[in-house]
């Protein structure tokens, strides 16, 4: 069965200190891993999709990363408006994606 | 370019009653997936609906079912509900023949059982 970590739970950070969250994964077949942000009660809002091992895509202060057990989100000089809850999916040989419990990083200013 | 849609926003039923949600997907995308949250966890898969079929199912009970329309939009029904379907149910859609199997979502329907 596929299986999604993310690490951690929670990540209490200063504006400006950079950071990174982790999302290792176990599934059979990966078609792509996604990553999502998500703000208190609402729907997530898509970030990237990761093909391939080595794969890197960046977006303002986002980066994320792919190795063939796990990928890297990494938050460079956040702000306070980069405070969310982030979810990785992987998206297995079928259709659905499976999720983590998502990071939930708040950003002090 | 229109997202996608959700209704309602928020609604209260309470335990034996039946629920229908609705979503209309992006413009463009031809597929419909629902995902259940529930507090701290992050979305379980319940079902896709491609072409108005059921394309694939998750881990949940037959009281859940679907629908999806021939202009795309779909339907999500709960019947018997139980208090632990209270939970932020999510609609995603996507294009089959784009080849980037991105699923986008909508703001979701927060239901509450009590």
């Known amino acids: 069965e596929d299986q999604v970590t993310q690490s951690p739970e929670a990540l209490r950070l200063q504006e400006g200190e950079s950071s990174s969250l982790n999302c290792s994964y176990t599934v059979s077949g990966l078609r792509g891993l996604f990553w999502y942000r998500q703000d208190p009660g609402k729907g997530p809002e898509f970030l990237f999709t990761?093909?391939?091992a080595g794969e890197e895509k960046e977006k303002e202060r986002l980066k994320a990363t792919l190795t063939k057990k796990e990928s890297f989100l990494h938050i460079t000089a956040p702000k306070p408006e980069d405070s969310a809850t982030y979810l990785c999916a992987v998206h297995p040989n079928d259709y659905k994606l499976s999720f983590g419990a998502g990071t939930t990083v708040t950003v002090r200013a | 370019d229109a997202g996608v849609t959700q209704s309602p926003t928020h609604l209260i039923k309470t335990r034996g009653q039946q629920v229908t949600l609705r979503c209309s997907p992006k413009?463009?995308?031809?597929?419909v997936s629902w995902y259940q949250q529930a507090l701290g966890q992050g979305p379980q898969f319940i079902f896709q609906?491609?072409?108005?079929?059921?394309?694939q199912r998750g881990n949940f009970p037959d009281r859940f079912s679907g629908h999806q329309f021939p202009n795309y939009s779909s339907e999500l029904n709960v019947n018997a509900l139980l208090l632990g379907d209270s939970a932020l149910y999510l609609c995603?859609?996507?294009?089959?023949?784009?080849?980037?199997?991105?699923?986008?979502f909508g703001p979701g329907t927060r239901l509450t059982v009590l």
């Open positions: 990761l093909y391939s």
């Open positions: 995603a859609s996507s294009l089959v023949s784009g080849g980037t199997d991105t699923q986008y």
């Open positions: 609906y491609y072409e108005e079929e059921e394309r």
């Open positions: 413009s463009g995308h031809d597929t």
